[in-house]
């Protein structure tokens, strides 16, 4: 007897799941909990099968039956109605799953487990936000060539030639990782070389001058800022590491007593391990910092839980209040001025400069030998440098006073090791942004 939505609507449930037959197969199965299902029994190559065509009354009887009728069709056509239902599930599956958005997360979740940076990862999470719901939303597997490239041309419209740059490589790795995991063919970015505009190079802005690097180190040793902040300063311009890297220092790395402080491989640009020589000097910075920080992870922490590292703009920040232009001098200026100035002192080989400041000097075999044959001179050199930068800052204090000199009588100089404080005030006027003392000097170089 077929059925009528009145017998639907007045299906009592029992202790035991209950059927009320339709025609042709379909029933509807009462639950216990009250649950009303509609099912679908038919035979599919001489075996008996059920197939689920929805719940009641999300479904009405009229649905139901024409949902009935559809698989009687595709059973007479030769296709199992339930292998084809989960055929379309799973792929709706996939097709959440596979979107260049899903796979780019999946992707940057892998980096973060190998033990990428987290400021490498939010960058890279940025970049990929910034393409268009076109790419975003598609499957990774159809993104062609041209629909890559406009999305790229909406970021390049607009001046941001490096982003698109950015953009694209990181599309590429995301895409390679498509293919490692069987979602893709091909990587439509590889075809896209050549067709961004290629961005002008900037170089990070740096005091090279030997007269003006007395100065900041004068600078710097009066910085008024948070301690730790001033010790991160301090030891900046004698380990020629990057920002990144100096801000992701941790003590389980530094080995005092063998003066080498050993950067893992994942906190690396070129992801190899990398070994910084520390002078005496940069020895004795770290011992004021572990009695800042000592028992805690990173060298230079946060100032508000300690349990992560300093922001990644402490130290330009820190050279903005000192009266630095960001045009004048950056964080990563440090490692410029310390390439242009022992290049220029023919003291050292151009290797062992390149290998401190953790450049790829070549091929593989190349590279392995010279890490090795390289480390004693680097380590003599490391120590040269750090008392060339004390000749510098004694140059610039010398200068200081005979300037003072010549306008009046010097009052009494107080020293603490080798910082004179006498000039403290100039140098807090000029952290103030006044154009006074060695700020205005500076002004008319």
């Known amino acids: 007897m077929a059925l ?98 899903a796979v780019a997360d999946e992707y940057l979740a892998k980096c973060s487990r190998e033990g990428r940076e987290a400021v490498t990862i939010n960058k890279s999470r940025w970049l990929a936000n910034l393409f268009s719901p076109e790419v975003r939303d598609a499957r990774i597997g159809s993104i062609s060539p041209a629909q890559l490239l406009a999305a790229l041309k909406v970021v390049e419209a607009k001046g941001h030639f490096e982003t698109a740059r950015r953009m694209r490589s990181l599309a590429g790795r995301i895409f390679r990782y498509a293919v490692a995991t069987s979602r893709a063919e091909g990587d439509p970015s590889a075809l896209l070389r050549g067709a961004l505009t290629a961005p002008v190079v900037k170089h990070h802005s740096a005091v090279v001058d030997p007269k003006r690097v007395g100065e900041l180190l004068v600078c710097i040793d009066e910085y008024s800022g948070s301690p730790l902040v001033a010790l991160a300063l301090k030891l900046t311009p004698h380990v020629f590491v990057r920002p990144g890297e100096l801000r992701a220092a941790e003590w389980s790395e530094v080995d005092l007593d063998a003066a080498v402080w050993t950067i893992p491989a994942a906190k690396m640009k070129m992801r190899q391990a990398h070994r910084v020589a520390l002078s005496a000097q940069a020895v004795a910075i770290l011992e004021s910092a572990r009695a800042l920080t000592a028992g805690q992870r990173y060298i230079f922490s946060s100032l508000h839980t300690g349990e992560r590292p300093m922001s990644e703009n402490t130290i330009n920040v820190a050279l903005r209040r000192m009266g630095f232009g960001k045009d004048e001098m950056t964080a990563h200026g440090f490692r410029a001025m310390a390439s242009t100035l022992l290049n220029e002192s023919g003291e050292w080989s151009p290797d062992a400069i390149e290998l401190a400041l953790a450049h790829d000097i070549g091929g593989t075999v190349r590279g392995t030998y010279h890490r090795g044959g390289h480390w004693e001179e680097r380590k003599r050199m490391a120590q040269w440098w750090s008392d060339y930068l004390d000749q510098l800052r004694a140059g610039s204090l010398a200068r200081m006073d005979a300037a003072g000199d010549q306008r009046q009588a010097a009052p009494p100089r107080v020293r603490t090791g080798q910082m004179q404080t006498r000039h403290r005030g100039k140098f807090d006027a000029r952290q103030r942004g006044e154009s006074t003392g060695i700020a205005a000097r500076r002004s008319r170089d």
Do not use: C, H
């Open 4 to 101: 009528s939505d009145t017998v639907i609507r007045n299906a009592k449930p029992g202790a035991k799941p209950s059927k009320i037959s339709d025609e042709k197969g379909l029933f509807l199965l009462v639950q216990p909990s009250g649950g009303k299902l509609w099912r679908m029994k038919y035979r599919f190559a001489g075996k008996e099968q059920k197939l689920s065509l929805g719940r009641y009354p999300d479904v009405s009887l009229k649905e139901a039956r024409k949902r009935r009728d559809e698989a009687r069709i595709m059973i007479a056509s030769g296709t199992d109605p339930a292998a084809a239902k989960r055929e379309a599930k799973l792929e709706a599956q996939s097709e959440a799953t596979d979107t260049f958005a």
